[in-house]
């Protein structure tokens, strides 16, 4: 009986660990690593570390801090009261959602999937079918809430994996051209800024909600036994995302290296790098290999997308609308943007990310200090401050207003896309200090404990 338990956990947590790496590998982690290598040359290693815990270091954080709220995404900014709170979740969920990630997703797979398997020029009626099939599959796969998490984690991710595999492995066996010097004068910031940049804390949040309720209804019971499964689940997902990024990474240290000077140039982008790398390496497999990564990459992480988008909205409407046409909805619009014309969705989406995303990664790093800090005063000020700091660095680097970026660019840790961080810190720590021993302010009920052991 213990034996069948036991085993059973296995299965389960196999399942939902490969799920939710799937979820955080989109088609944008796969091509970001080779580009890296390219820029850090021999200094890859570094560049790799310093991208992974700017990516997979924020993400893991945020799934331990959403098992903490219990998978309620409203708890996220509790401290700033339920209105900026709600303000907040819904407008990272939009721009995440059918505003920018689900409909890239299909825009993708065109490219780096369809082009180079099928040479289908990039002309608007291919890429309507594209999108209407790849929506309709989404759609067949998401519209089971209970389901999601088991396709993804048992069907899914093993195609990915195995494409991926079969590419590193033959790269590194074979590589195309000695590792050359870094392309780049600061290693540090390359690696910081581009994981900075995948902003896939963001996606976690969202994703943590399916992976809680996946274990829920996998009969798990209790906030020990479910917090426990969670966390070794965002621990595998950080595994198997510290050896696909370090491949990934070697391999265009190694192979991309043949492209470093078109790459440094700008002559040859991050999808065409993948695309050139991956031909060299198979030959005439590598199209088939590329297409399959690429797809199953894209497919899994808009899965998890419209169906944690689909949840979010289900609540916010008390059910009035239900899940199932919200899956439906989200779909249809994900496909109209898609053929719209992604990159103006995305010249509006992306300065809207990159305000919200620092205030964001500010609350779920203090979820862990509400057990302490219990007035909400430092926690708003703290969170203006990083506002206001995020809205001065879009408008003056985004926008072009140069006294603004000029501004910015004075903060201490602006170079790594973290000029906000120290000042919202120091403001945290002096409205505590000023606080902590006052009595009357409104205090924050302290956030469940996580449980990693036995």
């Not at 209105?83 to 409909?103: D, E, N, W």
């Amino acid at each position: 009986m213990m034996e069948t338990q036991k085993r059973r956990r296995t299965v389960d947590l196999m399942t939902v660990g490969f799920a939710l790496f799937a979820m955080f590998f989109g088609a944008g982690n796969l091509i970001f690593p080779p580009h890296l290598g390219v820029f850090c040359g021999y200094e890859w290693w570094l560049g790799f570390l310093l991208y992974f815990a700017a990516d997979c270091g924020l993400a893991v954080l945020a799934v331990i801090a959403m098992v903490r709220l219990d998978g309620k995404i409203e708890r996220v900014a509790e401290p700033l009261g339920r209105i900026p709170s709600l303000l907040l979740a819904t407008a990272i969920i939009v721009c995440i959602g059918p505003g920018l990630a689900i409909p890239r997703t299909a825009a993708t797979t065109f490219e780096l999937a369809v082009i180079p398997l099928f040479g289908v020029e990039n002309a608007p009626l291919p890429l309507f079918i594209l999108s209407v099939i790849f929506f309709i599959v989404v759609m067949l796969l998401a519209i089971r809430p209970g389901k999601v998490v088991d396709i993804v984690g048992n069907f899914l991710t093993p195609i990915l994996l195995i494409s991926l595999a079969v590419l590193i492995i033959k790269g590194l066996t074979d590589p195309a051209a000695p590792i050359g010097a870094p392309l780049t004068d600061s290693v540090v910031r390359e690696g910081l800024y581009n994981g900075y940049q995948t902003l896939d804390m963001l996606g976690a949040i969202f994703f943590s909600i399916l992976v809680i309720a996946s274990i829920r209804g996998k009969g798990y019971s209790g906030t020990r036994a479910v917090s426990r499964m969670a966390f070794l689940a965002a621990m595998l997902s950080a595994v198997l995302l510290f050896l696909v990024y370090g491949g990934l990474t070697w391999l265009g240290a190694r192979n991309g290296a043949v492209w470093k000077d078109v790459v440094f140039s700008g002559d040859l982008n991050q999808a065409g790098l993948l695309i050139n790398i991956t031909k060299q390496v198979l030959g005439g497999a590598g199209n088939l290999v590329l297409a399959l990564a690429v797809a199953s990459a894209c497919l899994t992480t808009a899965i998890g997308t419209v169906s944690a988008t689909s949840e979010y909205f289900e609540k916010l409407f008390h059910g009035k609308i239900s899940y199932k046409k919200l899956v439906i909805i989200i779909c249809v619009l994900s496909a109209a943007v898609c053929n719209l014309g992604l990159s103006q969705i995305i010249s509006v989406s992306a300065p809207v990310l990159m305000v919200l995303f620092p205030v964001t990664i500010l609350m779920i790093a203090t979820v862990f200090l509400r057990g302490v800090v219990r007035s909400t005063l430092p926690y708003r000020a703290a969170a203006v401050v990083t506002l206001v700091i995020s809205l001065m660095d879009v408008l003056g680097n985004h926008f072009g207003i140069a006294p603004l970026a000029a501004a910015n660019a004075a903060l201490p840790l602006a170079q790594f896309g973290f000029s906000w961080l120290l000042p919202a810190a120091g403001t945290f720590l002096l409205l505590f200090l000023v606080t902590k021993n006052k009595t009357g302010a409104k205090e924050l009920s302290a956030p469940a404990p996580v449980y990693p052991g036995k």
